[in-house]
């Protein structure tokens, strides 16, 4: 469960968030959507304890993030907007040099990274070093490091940016997966599909504000638009940014 | 999870990575080498040079001989005359012969008359080389002077002593040994850069390296004290810094044992100095690491990185080799001063003078205050999450 309480925030003169409020509830696949410079990779940024808002709060798991950032962090699994990755690391060492950090160690954390090489596919890949990769192992690589600790929260950037139709098929297969466990799990998106492929609730954003919250049926409903991507640009009041 | 091990998971993969770049690798394993291996071609080329001077003699190359026979006779007493090259000048000024002495027809005719009597002395002033041979040339044709004048004075009744007001006699304490030991002044220096130039890679590499790939983000979300994860990276850092001067003072005072022993000098440098030598160094490691991958943080990027940390090697490096090339007594504040007071010390050591604690300890504790003051800053732009966005 995460919760965000009027979060507001500004980098000198130009505001990326004006007040954002939403919750994330467990069980469910949550999709930030918005145009591209609406203030999501600035929202989530802040969820995972990046950025510190100049105002507002967040909530994970009921942990106040500002005052106990360590905890919080603790309960999510990120998968931020840049998968960078050490190129003299090998996959498998991504997953148990994050594995470390979250406290794991010694057979507990072998048997993790290898349950999660076989969960996404990186038989071929898992111990050679990252230097070349492709962008469909470097996700993966990033994916497996997220998880490592089997987080309550997943926090994912536009996770299927830049793959191919079966990598992009893979990873929606892992949210459902993640759903089906329990997690909670809050991913951006400016791509209308992807949202309606996965989503049970989204959340619209646009010049650092929440304007439509719901199920993708009560998007359609409020604005009375037969798609979703129709309902979306009745919420965002443009086509800009889209695709 | 404990603060001490979130340290040890972030320092085991800095050290991790640190091991697989072969630029961290070069910079803390071969570079080291260079210093001492200047310093033993330097003291090499000093032993051959004073060997040439003092053992071997000078070759003075004399032209037109037949012309001052007595001149000639007198030069043999004190140089090996050999014939001239056929271009005297030519000769010199491509540094074939350091010196000629051009001994022109009529100098005979001059002689007899009692006109002064021409020898050029043909010489390159721009080859220091060349200077003890040409220095030598002048020296003998002047004795030879002073003898045919006084000869001239004492035929015509006056005693010589008259004309010689003065009697210097000049006195070169100069041995190869002493002029070795102004080489011995640019160890301090070489160590300073060691310190550097190992932890440099490093301390990019984990800093804005790791925001340049991007991969500084997921970091900053992973459940770690910020504080850890800076002391960290300067851990990793140091650790090659401790390497490369570990190397640097370890080649140096093998430096000795590879010379030739009739060099006849001996470096004030054996294990138990460099034991000192490496614990006085200890805070340098800190300090610099710290400085490193504080300002690598900050850098726009990795180039930008590269270029401030090359200039931030060279402030602490520079004023230290300048003072140790003074023989003075430098005052006690300038111990105080972050690798200067360690490079003062040090100086001290090789040259076997007294070390008291208190100026030992003033530079240890006031290079450790610095890079806790150094550290703690970027630690708090680290809690802010600064490094991470400013690029």
């Given at each position: 469960m995460i919760e965000l309480h009027d979060v507001a925030k500004a980098f000198g003169e130009v505001v990326a968030l004006r007040g954002v409020t939403f919750s994330v509830p467990d069980g469910q696949i949550t999709g930030l959507l918005g145009p591209n410079g609406a203030g999501k990779t600035t929202a989530l940024r802040v969820v995972y304890g990046v950025l510190r808002p100049d105002r507002g709060r967040v909530l994970v798991n009921g942990i106040d993030l500002g005052s106990d950032r360590l905890s919080a962090q603790r309960r999510l699994g990120v998968l931020p907007h840049a998968q960078g990755?050490?190129?003299?690391?090998t996959a498998r060492e991504h997953i148990l040099y994050f594995g470390a950090m979250h406290g794991m160690g010694g057979s507990g954390l072998e048997r993790r990274a290898d349950e999660l090489v076989r969960l996404l596919g990186m038989q071929d890949f898992a111990?050679?070093?990252?230097?070349?990769?492709?962008q469909g192992q470097k996700v993966k690589v990033a994916l497996a490091r997220a998880l490592v600790h089997d987080p309550e929260n997943v926090v994912l950037d536009e996770?299927?940016?830049?793959?191919?139709v079966a990598a992009t098929r893979q990873v929606r297969a892992l949210l459902r997966e993640l759903k089906g466990a329990g997690r909670c799990i809050l991913f951006s998106s400016h791509v209308m599909q992807e949202v309606s492929a996965l989503c049970d609730r989204v959340v619209v954003i646009a010049r650092g504000q929440v304007v439509a919250e719901g199920t993708p049926d009560d998007l359609r409903q409020k604005t009375g638009r037969e798609s979703l991507e129709d309902a979306f640009v009745a919420a965002i009041g443009s086509e800009e940014g889209l695709s | 999870m404990s603060w001490l091990r979130s340290f040890r998971v972030v320092f085991a993969k800095e050290l991790v990575e640190g091991v697989r770049d072969r630029r961290a690798l070069v910079a803390a394993l071969?570079?080291?080498f260079l210093g001492p291996a200047l310093l033993a071609l330097m003291l090499f080329l000093v032993s051959q040079s004073s060997r040439r001077a003092d053992e071997v003699g000078v070759d003075l190359p004399v032209a037109g001989r037949d012309h001052a026979p007595n001149l000639v006779a007198f030069l043999e007493q004190g140089a090996r005359v050999v014939p001239a090259p056929a271009d005297p000048e030519g000769a010199v000024r491509r540094g074939e012969v350091d010196v000629v002495v051009v001994v022109p027809p009529d100098f005979g005719e001059a002689l007899r008359a009692g006109r002064p009597a021409p020898v050029k002395l043909v010489t390159?002033?721009?080859?220091?080389?060349?200077r003890p041979a040409a220095a030598a040339a002048e020296h003998l044709l002047a004795a030879w002077a002073r003898q045919t004048a006084a000869q001239r004075l004492v035929v015509r009744g006056?005693?010589?002593?008259v004309v010689e007001p003065l009697a210097v006699e000049r006195v070169d304490v100069s041995t190869p040994a002493s002029r070795a030991a102004s080489l011995l002044a640019t160890i301090p220096f070489f160590l300073v850069m060691a310190v550097f130039t190992g932890g440099m890679p490093v301390a990019i590499d984990a800093t804005a390296g790791e925001r340049e790939r991007q991969s500084l983000e997921p970091l900053f979300a992973a459940p770690l004290p910020r504080s850890s994860l800076v002391l960290a990276k300067m851990a990793g850092a140091s650790v090659f810094s401790s390497l490369a001067l570990l190397e640097t003072a370890v080649g140096f005072t093998l430096v000795p044992l590879a010379l030739?022993?009739?060099?006849?000098f001996s470096v004030h440098l054996d294990l138990a100095v460099l034991g000192r030598i490496l614990g006085l160094s200890l805070p340098m490691v800190l300090l610099a690491s710290a400085l490193m991958v504080t300002l690598a943080a900050r850098a726009r990027n990795f180039r930008a990185a590269q270029t401030t940390l090359s200039l931030l090697m060279l402030v602490p490096a520079l004023p230290g080799m300048a003072i140790g090339l003074l023989s003075a007594r430098p005052p006690?504040?300038?111990?105080?001063?972050p690798f200067l007071g360690e490079q003062l010390v040090i100086t001290h050591l090789l040259r076997a003078e007294a070390v008291g604690p208190a100026q030992a300890g003033l530079s240890a504790a006031a290079t450790l205050a610095a890079a806790a003051l150094v550290a703690a800053a970027a630690v708090r732009t680290f809690e802010r999450g600064q490094p991470l966005f400013e690029a």
């Open positions: 990755l050490y190129t003299r690391l111990d050679r070093r990252t230097e070349g990769f492709s996770p299927t940016n830049g793959l191919d | 071969f570079f080291p390159d002033e721009s080859r220091p080389q060349s006056v005693h010589p002593a030739p022993a009739r060099l006849g006690p504040s300038l111990y105080a001063v």
